[in-house]
């Protein structure tokens, strides 16, 4: 069985086409600039890179341009449009309205209409991008795999919001968490890999990146984790602020004459890493211009630092132990200098990093970086968030 793994951005298109008999990925791509000038797709299969430079004035236009490329004779994989036997795409936010992956259907795409201002940025993008899909293959079987989906699991009192409950109720607003496929598959990973059972492990997976957010995975269920309403809550993140008093944001509101959907663009874009060290979003940047005596890039590393640390600390409180660490995601996997420093001083719950083992270089693969000490397992664990969702859309038929 073959699925097609679809991550549609509001100018990008991702795909991979995976073999669920052995899990590999047969292709995988991107349709850049969709809609504006200079758009190409970049189609990867048996080990060569094709880039095809034509215009995409739309999601239509790119689904069909990759379809195309699969079938390709010469760069393709399959002969025809018919191997692919399912497709699965990625979506950020599913409200309540979706508490699991669901198949597409005349009705879920209706409810994914209603709930579209949950995530402004991203779920308009994936309707796009499903409607795209149903027109080039109005046969095949497809599922909607929600970023949100593992976090349903948080109990009442660690999703709440302070808030007069009616309001809740009216509206839903609460927290929602992201990245919930990849904190799914690395916890999975960590169980696998220590040869334990998922019920009888306390993890706390860091997935790292551009965006970060940090899970507590209890008996392989999400207990809490640090995202919120929308994925500019928790740590701060390249240009997100993560956590903010809200009357801060409401005084600079006024100090500099924005409304609040300036705010929340100033917060959400212009804030993180980004905004105080003035250097760069990117932790490459941040870590070579701190190493090189800048003192708001390293003052930038410090916030993040001490923020994972903070979470991991109250994770391991909420529930009551912690015997496993996990880091994912760009920086995660590869920043050894962001690991060490959310890793030091936290001997008080047992954890101890080899520091060789946490300067190696990614290999790709799970790497376990404990001290010898340690009581609790520090993994480096590559995500794979493609393979679950294709994973989840093979269980949904
Ligand atoms: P996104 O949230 O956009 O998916 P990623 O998980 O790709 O982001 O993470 C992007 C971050 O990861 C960047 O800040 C970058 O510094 C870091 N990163 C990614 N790849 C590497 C690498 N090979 N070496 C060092 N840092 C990396």
Known sequence: M??????????SLKYQLIDMETENVLAKGN?????????????????????????????????????????????????SMEEIDAVGHRVVASGEAFKKPVLVTDETMALMEEIKDLAPL??????????ACRVAMPNTP?????????????????????????????YKIRRYGAHGTSHKFVSQEAAKYLNKKP?????????????????AVDGGKCVDTSMGFTPLAGVPMGTRSGDIDFAAAEYLAKKEGMSISEVLNYLNKKSGMLGVSGVSSDFRDLTSASEQGDKRAKLALDMFGYCCKKYVGAYAAAMNGVDCIVFTAGVGENNNFVRKSICENMEYLGVEIDEEKNEEKNNGEIRDISGKNSKVK???????????IARETVELL
């Open 2 to 11: 073959k699925v097609l793994v679809i991550n549609s951005g509001s100018s």
């Open 31 to 79: 349709c850049e600039r969709i809609g504006i000038d200079g758009s190409r797709l970049i189609h990867k299969a048996n080990g060569k890179e094709t880039i095809v430079e034509t215009p995409m004035p739309d999601h239509n236009v790119a689904v069909a341009l990759v379809l195309k490329a699969l079938t390709d004779k010469d760069v393709g994989v399959i002969s």
């Open 122 to 131: 991203h779920n308009p993008a994936s309707i796009i991008g499903v409607n």
């Open 142 to 170: 497809m599922g909607l795999v929600f970023d949100t989906g593992f976090h349903f699991t948080m109990p009442e009192y660690a999703y709440m919001y302070a808030i007069d409950y009616e309001h809740y109720e009216k």
């Open 199 to 215: 019920e009888e492990l306390k993890i706390v997976t860091c997935h790292l990146g551009n965006g970060s957010s940090i899970t």
């Open 378 to 388: 520090v993994l480096i664990i590559p995500t794979n968030e493609e393979l679950v």
